[in-house]
Nanobody
Framework: QVQLVESGGGLVQIGGSLRLSCVAS????????LAWFRQRPGQEREFVAA???????HYANSVKGRFTISRDNAKNTVYLQMNSLQPDDTAVYLC???????????????????WGQGTQVTVSS
């Protein structure tokens, strides 16, 4: 059973930066597609970014050019570097993973088998 644990969230001012981390255990990390989703209060979970085992990356249009996803297979960790943060980025950020996800399914939460508990990011205005 794969477990994912996020960290790195917090309170930041507009224009600031944060780096989120997600550590995985219990699976063959290097084979997984890892993704970040976010959820604002009362809203649907939203795709943010993903990185495949090949290190190919995918981003939501709303974060392109501001957020960068990366992975360190030696540390079983995926990162989300978030720059130029805005109040609209305030949300709980969740890490997700799956071994068999296909390219067209990457932005859709229902295709991920494993989830972390989330870490809160708050951007103050």
């Amino acid at each position: 059973q794969v477990q994912l644990v996020e960290s790195g969230g917090g309170l930041v001012q507009i224009g600031g930066s944060l780096r989120l981390s997600c550590v995985a255990s219990g699976g063959t990390f290097s084979r997984y597609t890892l993704a970040w989703f976010r959820q604002r209060p009362g809203q649907e979970r939203e795709f943010v970014a993903a990185i495949r085992y090949s290190r190919t990356t995918h981003y939501a249009n709303s974060v392109k050019g501001r957020f960068t996803i990366s992975r360190d297979n030696a540390k079983n960790t995926v990162y989300l570097q978030m720059n130029s943060l805005q109040p609209d980025d305030t949300a709980v950020y969740l890490c997700a993973g799956d071994a068999g996800i296909i390219l067209s399914s990457i932005p859709y939460q229902e295709h991920y088998d494993y989830w972390g508990q989330g870490t809160q990011v708050t951007v103050s205005s």
